[in-house]
């Protein structure tokens, strides 16, 4: 028997799986995939999933980033991080960089392995049970264990999707660019001196990259003629809930666990933190404090998320903050750094508080 099955050999497995075997916890990962795995995302790690990584002994190679840049029709608003920069990798990339250190520190990974439900001893797969104290749903947004353990917290009328595609071509900056359009945004990330991902978000609609890439000219003039390096990989609906994040001994973890949605690009920073709070609840031997620290990890997150999805549907007052933000790069800077978790919520200050509201009205 292992002390812990981790179903889903994701970011979120591989992470939960390492903490636990540097805990001194056995842990085996499950997954019917094989590596690397590639899945729809940003690709551009905050700071603070940098050094949340480096915690655990992973270094992934990749570019890399001083900060944000905003850019909404002829307006741009540029941040830089403050402190330590963020990283533009490859999502295969980490991905290999998450396996070779779970195989170091003695991770049992089982690929190719298809989990089909909950059992008395562990789980069932297609290879027979996987007898387990602890059972880990890392198995992401649309998370079979969350279903099985009874936690789903049923469909969302929030539908957002996202489609990411990699284009060979040397990149034009050294931050994360969010492109602003009707309805959709785009986010650049440079991952090599020789590849820039573009990854789309919209609601509601069906729409394909090339679609939503025509709303954004500017960008589509950057790629022109570039060799397209990936194929294509959707992901949607965005937000997904959960009724609770553990049950008897059955917990969840990353986009398993819930997930609003990608606009501010902080996931895999969320993620790493889950994992570190429930490691902490297994070596202890009780799932409780889990839920508690849970909804503190994720309070800012989605508050943020929350807001500037508002910004979203609002166009006019988007390129309002976006021209505030312009003018204030020093606060876009702090306002970065709280995102990042590199200066606490009271980093932006009573003064850059009212300057920046001052800055709304007044845009």
Partial sequence: MSGLLVVGGGPAGLATAIRARLAGLDARVIDRAQPPIDKACGEGLMPDAVARLREIGVEPRGLPLRGIRYVDGDLVAEGHFPGSGGLGVRRTELHAALVRRAEDVGVDLRWGVKAEGLAAEGVQTDQGTFAARWIVGADGLRSQVRTWAGLDGGPSPLRRFGVRRHFAVTPWSDCVEVHWGPECEAYVTPVSGGEVGIAMLWSGRKAGFDGLLESFPALKEKVAGAPVTSRDRGTGPLQQRARAVSRDRVALVGDAAGYLDAITGE?????????????????????????????????????????????????????????????????????????????????????????LAWRLVAA
């Fill in 267 to 355: 996931g895999l920073a969320v993620t790493l933190h889950e994992s570190a709070a429930l490691v902490a609840a297994l070596v202890a031997g009780d799932l409780t404090p889990y839920a508690a620290a849970y909804r503190r990890i994720n309070r800012l997150p989605n508050f943020m998320t929350s807001l500037v999805l508002a910004l979203e549907r609002r166009p006019r007052l988007r390129r309002r903050a976006v021209r505030a933000l312009a003018a204030e790069p020093a606060l876009f800077a702090r306002l970065l750094g709280i995102h990042a978790r590199t200066l606490p919520p009271r980093g932006l200050g009573f003064e850059g508080a009212l300057r």
